[in-house]
């Protein structure tokens, strides 16, 4: 009896080990959301403009561009996907995956090859036991990136857009990661960032009644102002994209921390319980161990005295 004491008393220093642990990381990782959420906040509206500049110069001219031009029968696409370099972060980065898969399949059910880039760690070791190809990897910014790590990520991309399919290019860009929501939810998306979809962009095309569309001139030419707003585009957009992702991975771990964190006290509590009966059976094991001594030395006293 004594043993199993000790037994749930191991346990229970175990336990309460771990939930100091994953307590410390929910506080961690609500500290990091706030910096996150500004950053998202601070990125998006120009993000946002680059939208919209690139489509103003995209209806105010008649030029074809990769940027804006989509291809009659598209045979490649390129898929970016974000997931986290560290796990203890619940569902964040399956979800990801998940999306990642159901957007891969339905780009091949429309008869285009996919050329797969990934960002995290996570995903890298996804595709790599499952031994598929990967065209890219980046890893070790994804709690915390910065613009040069979208660059970085966004350059390859950017070279395969404007490549011909023939030569290892793409003729469509998407890109799926975490899009954070709030606190409590975190949606994973997969957009297409090239070509740019001009009925989903954020700018009027159709002039309202009494109202005067801006006539745009272009210096040195429309063609040139989309080639110097292409890479800036795809920056911001994957900046974005993985600020949103850094923000959501944050949440999703404090989430999965503070819900290990009450498992550990639920756990504690169960474990105080069981060494608390297994004590008092050994002590009621004790008492009936000296009543019955008692009564065998009363019993032998008496027929002695017989």
């Known amino acids: 009896m004594g043993a199993q004491i000790r037994v749930y008393k191991r346990r229970i220093k175990s336990v309460s080990a771990t939930k100091k642990i994953t307590k ?22 120009y993000a946002d403009e680059l ?43 399956s979800n990801a995956i998940k999306e990642a898969e159901r957007l891969t399949e339905r780009l091949r059910a429309e008869g285009k090859e996919v050329v797969t880039y990934v960002v995290g760690r996570k995903g890298v070791a996804y595709y790599g036991f499952r031994e598929r190809p990967v065209a890219q990897s980046w890893t070790g910014f994804t709690d915390s990136p910065a613009y040069a790590d979208a660059k970085r990520v966004a350059g390859p991309l950017i070279d395969a ?19 954070f929501v709030s606190m409590m939810t975190q949606n994973p998306v997969g957009n297409r960032l090239l070509p740019l979809s001009l009925e989903k962009a954020p700018v009027e095309t159709e002039a309202a009644p009494g ?24 920056e911001s957009r994957i900046y974005n994209a993985l600020l949103q992702a850094a923000a959501s991975e944050h949440a999703a771990r404090r989430r999965a921390m503070k819900s290990a964190t009450d498992n550990a006290e639920e756990l504690i509590k169960s474990l105080k319980r069981l060494a ?31």
């Open 161 to 179: 857009v404007q490549q011909e399919t023939a030569e290892g290019g793409v003729d469509e860009l998407h890109i799926v990661y975490t899009e």
């Open 24 to 45: 410390a990381m929910e506080m961690i990782a609500a500290s990091r959301i706030v910096k996150a959420q500004r950053q998202v906040a601070a990125s998006t509206p």
């Open 276 to 306: 608390n009966a297994a004590r008092q059976a050994e002590i009621t094991q004790e008492i009936s161990e000296i009543v019955g001594g008692a009564s065998a030395l009363a019993d032998a006293t008496a027929g002695s005295d017989k």
């Open 211 to 234: 109202r005067i569309l801006p006539l745009y001139d272009f210096e040195p030419s429309a063609e040139g102002v989309l080639d110097a707003l292409l890479p800036r585009y795809v």
């Open 51 to 93: 939208t919209r500049a690139v489509t103003a110069v995209a209806t105010g001219s008649n030029t074809r561009h990769a940027l804006t031009t989509e291809v009659e029968k598209p045979v490649r696409a390129a898929v970016l996907l974000v997931t986290s370099d560290r796990g203890l972060a619940g569902g964040y980065s």
